[in-house]
């Protein structure tokens, strides 16, 4: 009897040493000794286990927040200049500079901390970035003159600088390869919904509650998103990819127990041991080189006519003029009136057909092509803008000229996060990101500057751009859709 215990008791101990997976596979590794027994997992195959639910949901909302946050608070520039041209008697050049300094920090911070969120995980980069988000959002909806919400404007720029890449990777890293391209559509679905919803609040509440409470309206989500952060661990990517084995395990059984799955006790995550991380050397090696400038270039474009436009559907809509300098002067402080406000509300709606259908044919058809046939149709749109026909035409082109920004918007941003490894993802992104910016800033300041001369040489400007960027699509190479993430 005791014998037939002790041979069961041994089966069971052999049993027990069985990995999950198997051996041999090159993605997962068996160690054994006198005190431990585990079996090392690559992260694809924990989330297969793990599957999709309330973790992915939570990490997902976080991203969504705060893209929401950062878009909201870029927006709302355009939609409140109207009211501070009036209480503090801008000129051109003022409001030049207010969206030069917020373009220009939120660049200069996205390439710093892209490659701090590299080296010292992307929790406490978003964690500071949250905070003075909203500490700069506050003290600008309370500025007593123009040159403390231009010092406002710039902490704020910082602030989405930070934020943004960092969010795109969170909703990039949290779930198994094949929804990469789910995360990132949510958090640049947040951005435009952020644009649309600024817009259509503008509509119902600018001119009750005044410029300062829309403005603390509009930044609000940043709150809730600093307080879901404080609960979530940080990306067990970056943990993995930075060597952290431990901690990287602890965070996908956390995950796992909020999806009510549970991942064994033997099972560790695989990590490379020691790699480099935040390396811009290795953005612009030979290997990433003409990816990260391709995309670049591509973004840069498409962002001087996003943020270009964003700016400039306010001022044509408010001066009704079709390239009629002198009805601009006229106009200067009347602000928007509730019809102005609706056009703009109507004509970004656009945005958000553009994404969901960029979202469903990236992944039928790729990325590459559909972008290259948008950024075509880009060309001809803003062509037809030339000819204001009527208030409906221009209203309709408008609309369609939002919808392809957006289309190419969201299949850049699909492909930025799944082009690089996690080693370097968020210092590429911010790289990339910086670059879009670059482009904001250019858009907008060209705006304020040519706008008072004529709104054609806007156009003529967004043009050029849809034209560049098209033929960077055209040389471009590398698909993305069918990539499996990669750390290292």
Do not use: H
């Not at 972008?371 to 408008?398: A, D, G, P, Q, Y």
């Not at 392809?404 to 990339?432: D, V």
């Not at 060209?446 to 849809?466: D, E, H, K, P």
């Amino acid at each position: 009897m005791t014998a037939s215990w002790w041979r069961f008791w041994k089966d069971r101990e052999k049993s027990n040493e069985v990995p999950l997976i198997n051996s041999d596979s090159p993605t997962s590794a068996y160690t054994s000794n006198e005190e431990d027994t585990f079996t090392e997992m690559d992260l694809n195959e924990i989330y297969e286990i793990m599957g999709t639910g309330f973790s992915q949901v939570l990490y997902w909302t976080l991203s969504i927040l705060v893209a929401y946050s950062d878009y909201a608070d870029l927006t709302v520039i355009s939609v409140i200049m109207p009211s501070l041209r009036c209480e503090w008697d801008l000129d051109t050049y003022f409001e030049t500079c207010i969206t030069f300094v917020t373009f220009g920090s939120y660049a200069l911070f996205a390439i710093i901390f892209g490659k701090i969120s590299d080296r010292y995980g992307r929790k406490t980069v978003l964690g500071w970035g949250l905070f003075t988000l909203t500490v700069g959002t506050v003290v600008s909806a309370f500025s007593p003159n123009k040159w403390v919400f231009l010092a406002t404007r710039f902490v704020v720029g910082a602030s989405v600088g930070i934020n943004y890449s960092t969010a795109i990777c969170f909703a990039v890293e949290c779930a198994k390869s094949s929804l990469r391209a789910l995360g990132c559509s949510l958090v640049v679905l947040a951005a435009l919904v952020s644009v649309v919803l600024v817009t259509v609040l503008a509509y119902f509440l600018l001119n009750t509650v005044g410029w300062r409470y829309f403005t603390l309206i509009s930044g609000s989500p940043a709150v809730p998103a600093f307080i879901f952060l404080m609960f979530l661990p940080d990306s067990p990517r970056y943990l993995c990819a930075s060597g952290q084995q431990d901690k990287s395990t602890e965070a996908v059984r956390y995950m796992a127990k909020l999806n009510c799955k549970e991942i064994p006790e033997n099972v560790k995550v695989k990590c490379v041991e020691e790699q480099k991380c935040g390396s811009f050397s290795m953005v612009l090696n030979e290997e990433n080189r003409t990816t990260a400038i391709g995309l670049s270039v591509m973004y840069f474009c498409n962002i001087v006519i996003e943020f270009g436009y964003i700016v400039y559907l306010p001022l044509f809509f408010s001066t009704n003029n079709c390239g009629k300098a002198e009805e601009v002067v006229k106009g200067r402080c009347e602000g928007l009136t509730q019809d102005d406000l609706l056009d703009l509300s109507i004509a970004s709606t656009g945005s958000l057909v553009g994404l969901t259908c960029a979202f469903a044919l990236s992944l039928c058809v790729g990325r590459i092509i559909p972008m290259r046939v948008s950024s075509f149709l880009m060309i001809i749109s803003l062509i037809l803008l030339f000819f204001c026909v009527n208030e409906t035409f221009t209203l309709v082109s408008t609309s369609l000229v939002k919808l392809l920004e957006s289309f190419i918007n969201t299949c850049i941003w699909i492909m930025i996060p799944e082009s690089f490894p996690t080693n370097i993802r968020s210092t590429a992104t911010g790289f990339i990101n910086a670059w879009g910016k670059i482009g904001g800033m250019v858009g907008t300041t060209a705006v304020y500057l040519l706008f008072s001369i004529n709104s054609f040489a806007v156009l003529g400007l967004f043009l050029v751009c849809a034209v560049i960027g098209f033929i960077a699509m055209m040389t471009y190479k590398k698909e993305t859709k069918d990539v499996v993430l990669t750390d290292s």
